[in-house]
């Protein structure tokens, strides 16, 4: 039923229970599973000649976090014997970014985690999860963490 999915992860709690989840339906399904952390390049903003070299600084920063999530996930998934692959992209937008790996692969569920935000957080960060949920052309398994689960 669902042999290929893309998890897509940020390095939090939240998102390694989405690779957990994806552990259990990988070995349900007898599928494969592809771990995407997305960077945006343009989060970090400045003026003067000193943002060129705080923009470097950011992209090292966030490759270096994006990195260790990534291998993080790879030995989860390879621990419990399931195949894998993972990437990091850079996109602007993050949900953007989610769906066009999705559409780019052979996906055929998306499994992500949501921090469960709401009321002024939620305006103020806004929902990836609801974002690629209303966006997206295949399934979507959102995750919640158990501290998320009340709200």
């Known amino acids: 039923m669902f042999q290929n999915l893309l998890v897509p992860i940020d390095g939090s709690p939240t998102s390694q229970l989405a690779v957990e989840k994806a552990i259990g339906l990988a070995k349900a399904f007898n599928g494969t599973v592809n771990v995407l952390y997305v960077i945006d390049p343009y989060l970090f903003t400045g003026v003067g000649e ?54 780019q692969g052979q996906n055929d569920l ?10 002024f957080e939620k305006l103020l960060l806004g929902s990836v999860a609801q974002r690629v949920v209303s966006h997206a052309t295949m399934p979507v398994l959102v995750v919640r963490g158990q501290s998320d689960a009340g709200v």
């Open 50 to 103: 000193g943002f060129a070299y705080g923009q470097t600084q950011y992209l090292s920063a966030a490759r270096a976090e994006a990195d260790a999530a990534l291998a993080a996930a790879r030995q989860a998934l390879q621990a419990a014997g399931i195949k894998a692959s993972s990437s990091l992209m850079e996109s602007h937008v993050v949900w953007r970014g989610i769906l066009d790996a999705a559409a």
């Open 110 to 119: 998306i499994v992500m985690g949501s921090h469960g935000r709401s009321g």
